[in-house]
């Protein structure tokens, strides 16, 4: 048998080529175009409302860390890394519930001399976890899941004061 030549592979012009990548690239940007906004992120004026007060029990928590540092100094340095973090937390609510603004007077009850102040620490920080879990079963989305994480931070900010 004699021997076929290998076969060429196509040849390609430039023209050819760009037409190519240019129909590939028109077809990449369609698939990944994000889509409308899904009716789940849509913000209903309850769950605007209810996130509003998550903002306050926020700010309320954030006074507890103070108030505490006050009444018991060397609790403050203790939790010094949880005070930051829970102030980061409502500026994080903040920035999600726009029109919330911040309370000019916050109720915080003054907390016990030490040694109980940590007691009351932790009874400032459960309260707000659980309100954070509650009202993230009524919002969706985005809202949901920082409510959500939110909560799960100050679980773990209990234990440590445990």
């Not at 077809?27 to 209810?50: F, I, N």
């Not at 829970?86 to 309370?103: H, K, N, W």
């Amino acid at each position: 048998m004699p021997l076929l030549p290998a076969p060429h592979p196509p040849e390609f012009s430039r023209r050819t080529l760009l037409a190519t990548s240019a129909a590939g690239l028109a077809l990449l940007v369609t698939g990944c175009s994000s889509p409308e906004a899904d009716e789940r992120e849509k913000v209903t004026s309850e769950q605007a409302d209810s996130l509003a007060a998550q903002v306050s029990v926020q700010q309320t928590l954030v006074a507890a860390y103070t108030a505490a540092g006050a009444a018991d100094p060397a609790l403050a340095g203790e939790v010094a890394a949880m005070a930051a973090q829970a102030q980061q937390q409502l500026e994080r609510l903040q920035a999600a519930a726009p029109g919330s603004t911040v309370s000019a007077a916050l109720s915080t009850e003054a907390p016990p001399p030490a040694p109980e102040t940590r007691g009351w620490l932790r009874t400032q920080v459960t309260t707000a976890a659980t309100s954070h879990t509650t009202a993230c079963l009524d919002q969706s989305g985005a809202r949901a899941a920082l409510l959500g994480s939110i909560a799960a931070g100050l679980r773990g900010q209990d234990a440590r004061l445990a």
